[in-house]
């Protein structure tokens, strides 16, 4: 019987575990909520799992459609939190899988659906290219992409604070080493090292101070000035339009299509049978009302482009090492 090491729930009708990148190539894992409880300060997660393999896209799809429902009953969730969300549940539904979903957190469960948020810094630990636990720390990268509220020094400081927290490194002494690295306009990559080169005592080999770290990011992002703020254009998209067109744009793919054309008909039909439901003060697609079915396609076609705003990259399927 497949059970949560944490806190022993049944895993079989739905065998996911989840486990931070530092894990990546180990053994091991939790449920979402004993996930979501650890507190991992690490960005991004990996999902590792199965799933009977399905031909069939409305039961291929499932996982998809219990998290458009979650998403739906909050009522609360934005951007950040519905596209990180429902990718990993469109990509849970192969057989057998391992992802990697870079630059998330864990905000929430409901309904044992983990609710993530991309996040638009993070600070994380490099120990190499196929690391395990044990393996030395040899840097601290920070990442910075757009958001609506500019990235701060303080929220920089912060989240390098937390990681030489959670790694019990030492920091102050002699400093270290900062520099960054724009790999593009509105991604900005802060590396930091520690200073080994010039302390002949090991126990005062240090890393540079947080407040360090967050002053020089903070002169940085100045600097960059509006780049690395998302800018709007007209008025955003309602979190249920959004959710619904996110998960229709999934099923047109999805779908056998009719002819060289999308099935419109079998996607509304997905939806009125595994989503909507969960939204009673929506109408059924096609019900006698022909402008939420225009509206829908229009947004389909919107969401592309708010991807690539929201710099969404994952989640990256990941084999085990030979």
């Known amino acids: 019987m497949l059970r949560c090491p944490g806190c022993n729930s049944d895993l079989r009708e739905d065998p996911v575990i989840y486990r931070a ?6 053994f091991g894992g939790t449920c979402a909520r004993c996930y979501l409880e650890s507190e991992n300060p690490e960005s991004g997660i990996v999902v590792f ?21 979650a998403l ?33 957190k864990m905000v929430r469960v409901v309904e044992e659906v983990p609710i993530l948020r991309r996040r638009a810094f993070n600070a994380y630990a490099y120990r190499g290219e196929q690391p395990s636990a044990s393996d030395q720390v040899r840097a601290i990268y920070v990442v910075v992409s757009p958001s609506k509220r500019k ?29 960054h690295l724009f790999y593009s306009s ?74 060289n054309k999308i099935n419109r008909k079998e996607v509304h039909r997905l ?3 595994h989503v909507l439901y969960a939204a009673p003060w929506r109408k059924p697609l096609e019900d006698g009302n022909p402008d939420d079915v225009r509206a ?13 705003l929201y710099g969404m990259d994952g989640p990256m399927s990941v084999s085990q090492p030979v």
């Open 271 to 273: 939806l009125n049978s």
């Open 72 to 104: 739906l009953k909050g009522r609360q969730a934005g951007e950040d939190e519905i596209f990180p969300t429902l990718r990993l549940a469109s990509a849970m539904g192969a057989p057998r899988f391992r992802l990697l979903h870079s630059r998330v």
């Open 186 to 259: 509105d991604l900005l990559q802060l590396q930091v090292t520690e200073n080994d080169q010039f302390t002949f005592d090991p126990a005062r080999r240090a890393w540079p101070s947080p407040a360090i770290v967050g002053s020089y990011a903070g002169a940085v992002i100045e600097e960059a000035g509006e780049d690395l703020v998302l800018r709007r254009r007209g008025g955003e998209m309602s979190p249920d339009n959004l959710i619904l067109a996110v998960v229709a744009r999934t099923l047109a793919d999805a779908v056998p299509r009719r002819g």
């Open 296 to 308: 829908l396609w229009r947004n389909v076609k919107k969401v592309p482009r708010m991807e690539r």
């Open 49 to 69: 799992g199965v799933s009977t393999e399905q031909r069939d896209p409305e039961k291929r799809c499932a996982r998809l459609f219990r998290a458009a429902r």
């Open 151 to 179: 990235t701060t020094a303080d929220d920089v400081a912060e989240a390098y604070g937390k990681v030489l927290e959670h790694e019990d490194l030492a920091w102050g002494y002699s400093g270290g080493q900062v520099w």
């Open 21 to 26: 990148p530092s894990q990546i190539y180990e």
